[in-house]
């Protein structure tokens, strides 16, 4: 079993930065696939990143590619997603996930993942 919580969702102004963070405990971190996903009210949750256990596979959403930027560090048991250049439409909760697969074509769906955190709530004022 592993636990996730995220931390670090706020309120920013449009233009603004943020850095969430996910601490995971419980079962070897390492060998696990992240993902950040995002749901808005209204709406499904949606894949915004995913790094592999050793960090040398990234993958973003295209709505997110060149503004946030996924990181671990294993040592830490932490994950997390650095935002920049925040838009009034990246408001939502973010969910931080683990997989216990390695990463694959299922990385960047909610189906690839076993572990889910509570959520962080992040607001972008306009």
């Known amino acids: 079993q592993v636990q996730l919580v995220e931390s670090g969702g706020r309120l920013v102004q449009a233009g603004g930065s943020l850095r969430l963070s996910c601490a995971a405990s419980g079962r070897t971190f390492s060998s696990q696939v992240m993902g950040w996903f995002r749901q808005a009210p209204g709406n499904e949750r949606e894949f915004v990143a995913a790094?592999?256990?050793?960090?040398?596979?990234?993958s973003y959403a295209d709505s997110v590619k060149g503004r946030f930027t996924i990181s671990r560090d294993n040592a830490k048991n932490t994950v997390y997603l650095q935002m920049n250049s925040l838009k009034p439409e990246d408001t939502a909760v973010y969910y931080c996930?683990?997989?216990?697969?390695?990463?694959?074509?299922?990385?960047?769906?909610?189906?690839?993942?076993?572990?889910w955190g509570q959520g962080t709530q992040v607001t972008v004022s306009s």
């Open positions: 996930a683990a997989s216990r697969s390695g990463y694959s074509g299922q990385s960047g769906y909610p189906q690839g993942y076993d572990y």
């Open positions: 790094v592999s256990w050793r960090g040398g596979i990234t």
